[in-house]
């Protein structure tokens, strides 16, 4: 599966971004989907996923800001993310996992295959 990014930008703090990701490829439908983030002179890290059967796994610093959803249908995983803070400043990629486990859903990036080409978004304070 190949997976396209898009969505990121500069925002205030406070402010809200919209982030998509558009798989190609058969049985979509068969991926655990996630998101992770890459800030500078950091770690990867896991930020939010959704399972094949839409099970949702947020992490701590992003819940009750960030929302995770899909439509198989169309391809699509979009990460609703309000109220921004500057230290949610960082390179965003989709990643993708094609299995049968559907929760919980795995955090670590070595987990996940497929990638998409990262999309960055900037919150200024």
């Known amino acids: 599966v190949q997976l396209q990014a898009s969505g990121g930008g500069l925002v205030q703090a406070g402010g809200s971004l919209r982030l998509s990701c558009v798989a190609s490829g058969h049985s979509f439908n068969r991926y655990a989907m996630t998101w992770f983030r890459q800030a500078p002179g950091k770690e990867r890290e896991f930020v939010v996923g959704?399972?094949?059967?839409?099970?949702?796994d947020y992490a701590d610093a992003v819940k009750g800001r960030f929302t995770i959803s899909r439509d198989n249908a169309k391809k699509t995983v979009v990460l609703q993310m309000n109220a921004l803070k500057p230290e949610d400043t960082a390179v965003y990629y989709c990643?993708?996992?094609?299995?049968?486990?559907?929760?919980?859903?795995?955090?670590?990036?070595?987990?996940?295959?497929?990638w998409g080409q990262g999309t960055q978004v900037t919150v200024s304070s």
């Open positions: 990643a993708a996992r094609n299995t049968i486990v559907t929760m919980p859903l795995s955090s670590a990036a070595n987990d996940y295959p497929y």
């Open positions: 959704i399972s094949r059967s839409g099970g949702t």
